[in-house]
């Protein structure tokens, strides 16, 4: 309950404070790439159960001649890769926190199509809500490996207090203002999860 009011504050607090650079953003997004303005994703949340997340949109719709979409590292764009830099991308997702979707703080939400990879131990990163940034977030973002991640992540469930979440948050904006860790080592991105080894 602490951490659901916790989150309703910040939330609206940070809309208010952030609602003109929620605006410019998604001018800026309609003028360099058009519509739509926001991305849309079903992923998994708490307990695995989907939920509809909304990013500002980065990529351009581009297909190859099979119409497949092309590689990440050729639809992001210029723009688009300064708004992930910069965490602006992530700004329409505290309407997912407001809904009770996700949390401020959290294990990134990442693909539906991941869900029967997970080991036992990797899936209790959906024992709680998902988040808006998290501890692997502050500790390496995407330059982690999917393995180092996911132990951040289910450490941070075992040992989840409102101080903890607080903590992120302040290491979240030091994080976005030095823009580290933004993609992994030779992709544009992330790349994509394909299960453990062990």
Known sequence: MMHRLFDLIVTLTLLILLFPVLILVGFQVRRKMGSPVLFRQVRPGLHGQPFEMIKFRTMKDALDAAGNPLPDAERLTPFGQFLRSSSLDELPELWNVLKGDMSLVGPRPLLMEYLPLYSAEQARRHEVRPGVTGWAQVNGRNALSWEEKFKLD????????????????????????????????GEATMSKFTGSDS
């Open 154 to 185: 289910v450490w941070y469930v075992d040992n989840r207090s409102l101080w903890l979440d607080i903590k992120v948050l302040f290491l979240t904006v030091k994080k976005v203002l030095v823009r580290d860790g933004i993609s992994a080592e």
